[in-house]
Each structure stands twice: as structure tokens, then as C-alpha cells.
């Protein structure tokens, strides 16, 4: 059955997170790729679209929505609710230790628990160590190895994918931190194209 979204009755973002919530739970959809809940993941539907900050002042979710607004979040709900499409595809960001990255279906969704590893620099395993180089095999986004790349900022990294189209992604991840003079996106089977 269609999703029927009452338009004339959403006026701000916070008549769209508490509708968008109402209908996830309505529909059954699973969470996990980033969210808990259905709260966490239609605001974060909601935050996305109006590319809005998490940390905005919250009087702002009583802000006025315009017209094309409200049609581009009835889409991403749409596809979220019947084609059952995650989130992270739908809004197309996704956050690792703290960080956006853009996601498509090329990649996988960021979820790992490395995440908080990394923001804690692997201690208590590398210590004080100083770390010079850092390798993120299968790098789908390169999620891990930016992350690392941000928490060891004297690291040079290499992110390793043998899929071109997760490459694109990658390399597009790496410019949105501007970190193109310590990490590169690589296209190697395993090791094979690795070295430096």
C-alpha cells in the first residue's frame, strides 16, 4: 500500500521527525545502519535532507519547510519505507568516529565497532606508540582509514579497494577532509597494489 503523506499537515522539521517516526514503527523497518530507533533515524532522515547540523539551536525545528523541502522528504521516506532502502542510501552520508561520509550502494553502511577504537587511538594496545602508516583493506568508503587518518595526523594511509566504483566514493571521502597529501585511495586486490 502506498505511503500516504499528509503534506498540508507538516509544517516544520519537527512535525516531519515525529510523523517520519510514527510511520517507520507503523511499517515495521529494522534499525541498525547508524540508528537505534525510529526517532534517531527520522531525524536524522530529516536533518539530512534539510541539510541541517545535528548540533543546530532547537528552536529551528520550528521552522517553516518550503514546498520543494517537503516533496524531497516525502521521496526519502518513500524509499525508506517501501522500498526498504537504508537510511545511509537514502540521505547518502553516513558517521564513523564522529566523522560524515558519503555513502551509496557501492559501499557498505559504516557500523563497525573499530570506530570507537580508532577515537581512542587503540589504546591500550599501541600505547604512546606513534603511528606512521595505516592500511584499510576493503575500504569501501574509506570510513576507517580517514578516521585513522584524523586520529594519527602524522600517519600516511592507504585505502585499498579492488572495486572501482568504491574507489570514487572513497576518493570523494578524502577530499570532503582535505586529505589528500597523507591519504590515497589505491585499487588492489588484498595486498597486491598496496605498496608505496
Known sequence: MP?????????????????????FQAH???FGHGTENALDE?????????HLSHDLPER?????????EARELGERLRRRIEERVPLAYVTGRAWFAGLAF?????VLVPRSPIAELVEARFYPWLGEQSVDRVL????????IGIACAHA??????DLADISPEALVVAQRNIARYALEDRVRAVRSDVFGGAGR
Open 28 to 30: 515495521g523497518l529494522f
Open 102 to 106: 558519503e555513502v551509496n550502494e557501492h
Open 3 to 23: 505511503l500516504e503523506i499528509p503534506y498540508r499537515e507538516l509544517h516544520t522539521p519537527r512535525d516531519w521527525v515525529r510523523w517520519s517516526a510514527s510511520r
Open 152 to 157: 594519527f595526523p602524522d600517519a600516511r594511509v
Open 60 to 68: 529551528w525545528l520550528d521552522a517553516r519547510v518550503t514546498g520543494a
Open 136 to 143: 584499510d583493506l576493503c575500504c569501501g568508503s574509506g570510513c
Open 42 to 50: 527520522a531525524l536524522e532522515l530529516v536533518l539530512a535532507t534539510l
